[in-house]
């Protein structure tokens, strides 16, 4: 069973950096995307950022692009979404999700996290 754990979020003024960590277990493929949705009160989910496994090709939405980043690190299976000049309206629930096997299809999160929470608020 694939399980997604995360970690990080909290509090942050604005401009600040935060950096969430998802560690993902049980997975059988070689080949995954695995990234992070979030969201903000009232909205729907978005997706922020993801990332293909076996060639590390990424995705960002526009809002977010020249400020988010991903890293991985392969041995611990975690992915990190490193958030730098945080805005007020990056608020909001964060989530990790994956998609396996990968195909032609938008990333749309076959398994979750339980979600963290992060703040941007001076």
């Known amino acids: 069973e694939v399980q997604l754990v995360e970690s990080g979020g909290g509090l942050v003024q604005p401009g600040g950096s935060l950096r969430l960590a998802c560690t993902a277990s049980?997975?059988?493929?070689?080949?995954?995307?695995i990234g992070w949705f979030r969201q903000a009160p009232g909205k729907e989910r978005e997706g922020v950022a993801s990332?293909?496994?076996?060639?590390?090709?990424?995705y960002f939405t526009n809002p977010v692009k020249d400020r988010f980043s991903i890293a991985t690190d392969n041995a611990k299976k975690t992915v990190y979404l490193l958030m730098d000049s945080l805005k007020p309206e990056d608020t909001g629930i964060y989530y990790c999700?994956?998609?396996?096997?990968?195909?032609?299809?938008?990333?749309?999160?076959?398994?979750w996290g339980q979600g963290t929470q992060v703040t941007v608020s001076s």
């Open positions: 999700a994956l998609d396996t096997p990968v195909t032609s299809r938008p990333f749309t999160g076959d398994y």
């Open positions: 049980g997975v059988t493929d070689d080949d995954y995307v």
């Open positions: 990332i293909r496994w076996s060639n590390s090709n990424t």
